[in-house]
């Protein structure tokens, strides 16, 4: 079987062609700290990618926020159903920090897919990402203790822990703020 040779020199040079392509349809801009990008309930027209700064996405459960994703540099922010089913979204996103972001149409964006076979793979590996890195939280929530699901968070993302409230924190691995707390002091000194 004759293997077909990878057209770039690098995955450097790849995302680079596939960044020069993206520009022609992005408008970089700018957002304070606090702003919802995404509301629930909303068809969602557009895509983000963080240039600069963090976001958190939440849905409402019994009249509280339940964090359900963090998101930072180089990371895109989508509403999943917008972006598959062209169907209102169920989470509220909102930003953590003063961020600077790529906005993108999603229509001019699904027509650069069928336009590019360069940008429509780098979308399928970052849907990829995301989807293993879903299935990755859930799995930890149903088998690990709290203090592993934290000490997890600590190994894979320590700069989250730096940079988002802790009540935010503590809501994406399901337990209270004390709870949390507690298991900080608890940890305080083993290496991750």
Known sequence: ????????????????????????????????KGYVLFNRDKIERDVYLIKQGIARAYIEVEGRDVTIWFGQENDIIISAQGYVNGRKGYETIELLEDAVLYKMNLEQLHRLYEQDIDVCNWARKLIEKEFVGTEHHLISNLSMSATERYLQLLKEKPEILQRVQLRHIASYLGIS????????????????
Do not use: C, G
């Not at 709870?179 to 608890?186: D, P, Q």
């Open 1 to 32: 079987m004759k293997t077909i040779p990878f057209p770039y020199p690098s995955k450097e040079s790849f995302l680079q062609n596939v960044m020069d392509k993206l520009k022609l349809i992005w408008e970089e801009i700018s957002y304070p």
């Open 177 to 192: 703020s004390e709870h949390l707390s507690r298991i900080r002091a608890n940890t305080k000194n083993r290496v991750v």
